[in-house]
């Protein structure tokens, strides 16, 4: 399985995302340029966090419009796996690929701490190694992490299991609901405003983040094996 | 017949711009003043030049030789630290210094401020703080790591102090933030004389592979010099001579001085330059902080005993009708000098066109020594390079022992108090912002990007660790402004020996310090005698510790309504030479022997239970001896590496009491704790004695920590155990504090917030 | 030439949390009589096009595609000739 990281101007977890590939997974991952129209050769797309164009306009307003997301729209299309990350997250409501859209925290100010999260369905390529409703730790670090979408959008996203987790306890930014991470239909795109890549060892402060990237690894590699 | 030709050019210049004066305007009208020369300075620019210098020479040097940029009050004491070390790669002179931490590889490291700034607009004033310190570290060829930072404010019942609090607080998280490098530390305190005056220091550290140091040279007659980053506003212009001034009821209206901050445009920057040092075609990098253009190609060619010809007509504008002199002197941010071997320049630019950077080859290194800048084909300025920055003028000043000082002398602050109970007076210790948590502030800044931070900001010291390696490293800042307005000798040690405490009680072995003098006017000899004293106390301390001091930055003149405290602030950075010595201070495990190293004596004086109880301090503070501080780091470091100590943590503000509650804060834990000694319960309890720490050891190990700090004739006591929910603490067997640890972590932690939202009901 | 100045603001059915605070500062400062606060922001672009109606078209879809999101926010313009 292949993992390909694709790189805005500003982004700034890039790095840090394609470590946790490499040493929880120990897996092929590059970094790839946004001018870089291409991503056949990968199997997963992860998209970093960051400020991508310096979140200027609205996050990820701009970023979207770059030729890598052309590249990542079809790869979603196409069945692979994609995971946004914080800004990523970002980039893909921007895109269009997952529901909803983002504002400023409830409380205005940047947040940067661990939360409990539940995870509300663990049917999903990304969450498959996790219990259903399970509580995990993962750190958060946003601005913008204040997710809405109007309640019809709501309902289909529960009705059809698109929620993957919540936080658990406190809401650090006033998300709708408290959703932390939702995917698109088919389940193969998912974005989340936590940081599992900054959980993947106990000195991190929690390795609940590990799991996340193993269970993309065990669902892609138990469809096509392990190429 | 040479005179008059130099004449016809100044002149000439003069008409460049008609609002400026000329020559001998502004020799007859003094204007000089202005831009904060003195008369004799005028005179040694005269001597210099061999004519009357126009008004852009005279704004060069004007900023060239400003506090900010020469050191020219605090030249003489700086001498007095020690720089140098078998480890020390590269000390004071440079962007930042570094340090050899072995494997090939350097930490790179500096603090300064951006006080003035601040003061006038908190929000961009402390981002472009953020900004410059992270540019002075990657100019070196380092790839930052990590911040941290040192904040002074005035208190928090005051609206204004809470809104610039706030806005520094988002202006640094959101500089930081964006750029990707974690802020993992820093300090807080709140003290009436910074009102008017905010101090926000910002640092940052910077790992590189020994290979890839920078300089800021330019060398190679007929290289050529390029810009790069962000093109050249009006903002800024006269920030370094405006942080050499004190703040007065105007300083709000000079508001075009300060800067505005693009954190994503220092992010490419900073990419693009770690690339252009990996590719190894820099000969010479410096940022355009201070003094812009003027200060990093003046430095530049002095340093590198070439001069330099510059042609404004090519530096990028985002004005129009830009003076030279405006373009020299703008502060604008996110900004880079580069100089590159001869026929390179296409390489560079096909870097920094991959990260959407504007760049322009904007001169040449020449080799007569002059600094010489053309516009629209006329010379606007030709200036023996050496003498902006090597004969910038030196003040000798003489300090005074101020009349305080000596009353203080007489005040011993234990003697009162008596009838206090300890564990009330906990409780508002805790209450005090100094002393409370700063989870309200760290929980700002992304402190976890880069995925290296092993000990988050809230412990002794942060770590931080290194990508390959089993090493790691520890940092901290530091400076109790209360002891060294009290004695600003101690209080100068103090401060360092906190800091190397503080990096000691996480499992490192301290290496150097960055330093950031905040002071008042020199001109006054009681000031002058407070940062004299407060640098002689910093450099004993260093001597002893074997800390050099690699770089820094004074900031003076922090005057609006009264005089600063004097706060001299210790950046310390540490080598943890394995993971498995980090340790942070909480309590691990129930059971665990709880030691209390190090004497304890009546020593309130400045402490922050007397700050609490008479709402001002006096006396004299906790003396430090610098041969039992150093006993006492290196027990604490020999017993954390030979795997014995569960949890360390100094003794520091709020003495013994604080320290055993913020030891049970991080976890579930408590402690019960019996203290025998022949002084006051409150004294014990709340003194700041220097030189003391609290460890928890496990039980096996205990009798064998005790063994060890007395063959290293350290004072030891097992003054309880770890337990579960409680703080109790017995003194000579009678009940002092007995609380549960719950109810003084919420008080703790809900201090801060409650002070910024004194209006919200909840 | 045409200069639009085009006005973005969050829905009303969406929760302004910065116009709430702002709401609340402005009532603890004696503003009793602020019913609400919403916050948008304002951009200036300028086209070379000699043609309003053409203008107009340009500017509607330069906001519908990027300037604003239409999941939440709402925006308007107006346009004025320039020099």
Known sequence: MRFAVPVFPGSNCDEDCAKAVREILDRPVDLVWYKNGNLDPYDAILLPGGFSYGDYLRTGALARFSPVMDAVAEAADRGKLVLGICNGFQVLLEAGLLPGAMRVNDHLKFRCSIQTLRVENNRLPFTGLYEEGEEIRLPIAHGEGNYYCDDGTLKGLEERGQIAFRYAGENPNGSVTGIAGITNREGNVLGLMPHPERAIYGWMGTDDGARLFRSMLRYWEGMHGAA | MVRLEERMMADRVDRASENEPGPEEIRDRECFREVGLTAEEYGSIRDHLGRLPNWTELGIYSVMWSEHCSYKNSKPLLKRFPVEGPHVLQGPGEGAGALDIGDGQAVVFKIESHNHPTAVEPFQGAATGVGGIIRDVFSMGARPVALLNSLRFGSLSNPRVRYLFEQAVAGIAHYGNVVGIPTVGGEVEFDASYEGNPLVNAMCVGVLPHEDLQKGIAQGVGNPVIYVGSSTGRDGIHGATFASEELGEDSEEKRPSVQAGDPFMEKLLLEACMELVKKKILLGIQDMGAAGLTCSSAEMAAKGNTGMELDLDRVPQRETGMTPYEILLSESQERMLLVVEDGREGEVREVLDKWGLQSAVIGRVTGDGRYRVRQKGRIVADIPVKTLVDDAPVCYRKGEEPEYYRVNADRHPEEKWKECDPGEALRQVLASPNVASKRWVYQQYDHMVRTSTAVRPGSDAAVIVLDGLDKALAMSTDGNSRYVYLDPRQGGMAAVVEAARNVVCSGARPLGITDCLNFGSPEKPEVFWQLEEAVNGMSEACRHLGTPVVGGNVSLYNESKGTIHPTPVVGMVGLVESRRHITTQEFKREGDRIFLLGETLPELGGSELQLVLDQKVSGRPPRVDLEKESQLQRIILTAIQKGWVSSAHDCSSGGLAVTLAESAFGTHLGAKVHLRTKWDPLVMLFSESQSRAVLSVSPEHAEAFAGLAEAEGVLCAEIGEVCREYLTVEVNGQPAIDARVKDLRAIWEGAIPCAMNPFSTN | ?83
């Open chain 3, 1 to 83: 030439m045409y200069k639009a100045t085009i006005t973005i603001r969050l829905k009303t059915s969406v929760l302004d949390p910065q116009g709430n605070a702002v709401k609340g500062s402005l009532h603890s400062l004696g503003y009793g009589e602020v019913r609400d606060v919403r916050i948008g922001k304002t951009m200036e672009v300028w086209l070379d096009t000699p043609d309003a109606g053409e203008a107009e078209g340009r500017v509607e879809a330069m906001c519908r595609e990027l300037l604003a999101n239409p999941v939440i926010e709402e925006y308007e313009f107006r346009l004025e000739k320039g020099a």
